[in-house]
């Protein structure tokens, strides 16, 4: 398939055309190369390509940032979202968006399911719902995969700033009133490069198994590398004052992998155990 990718320099895009090549033409465009906000550059380069699917995974995801510039976030997450889905409308090319567990308020205290109300607490979560609309009222043909907490090789992510607070400090405060699903990004794009050969079009949750608090996440990183002498404390959310609020709890539940048959991602202990070692023999 030839298959174009937006974002294709952040975390996730990284590993999505390094999965993705092995067996299909991919097309993967930065944000210098390919700037969403900009209908007729996105509109020029898809009908020039002519993709058989374009995977959407382009977004401004600095959540205490959206909420200070509420503007950039919709221009981006949402108005962004909207360029994507009207290029691919015309000659009904599928889309697969890329959203996220924020678009849920956590309230609930059970997985979340695919079709579970929505209801975003913070300017992130709310940009991205609106990416959903665009994509759902726009397209015939597309997958909206939320996912939650990731993590790989490229960019910024939970697991460096860890590793990179151990080198300098004794001492880790971490938030212990948040629970997720952490989620390796190598695993996500196998899975999405496996869900897009058929065309079983919908809402998906697709996040590594199993949950944690960001205090227990952080306490299998220091654990996985047996970084000696690091004290972790738990902390409450409220203790960090951050401008977004986050959701308390946003474990998703893989249900419409589950009723397609298809094999849910291996248990988030396992995916980070392999990250570490990567991180570890790159070094
Ligand atoms: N990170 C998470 O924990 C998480 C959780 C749930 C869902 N998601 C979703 O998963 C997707 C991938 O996330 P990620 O962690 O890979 O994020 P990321 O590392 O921040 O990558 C996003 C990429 O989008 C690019 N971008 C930003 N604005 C753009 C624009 N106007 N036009 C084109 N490209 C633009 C960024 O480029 P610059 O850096 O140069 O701006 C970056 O390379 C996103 O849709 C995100 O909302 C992420």
């Known amino acids: 398939m030839k298959v174009l990718v937006t974002g294709a320099r952040g975390q996730l895009g990284t590993d999505l055309v390094d999965v993705l090549i092995r067996e299909n033409d991919v097309f993967g465009f930065s944000h210098q190369e390919l700037d969403i906000t900009k209908p007729h550059k996105v509109l020029k380069i898809v009908n020039e390509i002519k993709p058989d699917i374009v995977i959407h995974s382009a977004a401004y995801t600095d959540v205490d940032g959206c909420e200070l510039n509420p503007e950039k976030a919709y221009r981006v997450n949402a108005l962004g979202t909207k360029n994507v889905a009207l290029a691919c409308q015309e000659s009904e090319i599928p889309l697969v968006y890329i959203s996220t567990d924020y678009v849920f308020d956590g309230i609930k205290s059970q997985p979340y399911l695919e079709s579970d109300v929505v209801n975003p607490i913070n300017v992130y979560g709310k940009s991205k719902l609106e990416g959903e609309k665009f994509v759902q009222s726009l397209l015939k043909k597309f997958f909206i995969i939320r996912t939650s907490w990731l993590y790989g090789k490229r960019g910024r992510n939970f697991v ?19 629970v997720g699903s952490p989620t390796y990004t ?39 590398l047996s970084l000696k002498g ?12 951050r401008p977004a609020r986050r959701p308390s709890y946003s474990v998703l539940e893989n249900y419409s992998l589950k009723l397609k048959g298809l094999p849910l991602l291996r248990d988030w202990k396992s995916a980070l155990k392999e990250f570490l070692s990567v991180l570890k023999s790159n070094q």
């Open 186 to 224: 190598l695993d996500l794009a196998q899975k999405i490069s496996e869900l897009i050969e058929f065309p079983y079009y919908g809402i998906y949750h697709i996040t590594n198994q199993g949950f944690c608090s960001w205090f227990e996440f952080a306490r299998e990183i220091i654990g996985g």
């Open 230 to 241: 690091i004290r972790i404390i738990p902390i409450e959310s409220r203790e960090l004052n």
């Open 160 to 178: 460096k700033t860890i590793l990179n607070l151990a080198q300098n400090q004794r001492e880790l405060k971490i938030v212990n009133d948040q």
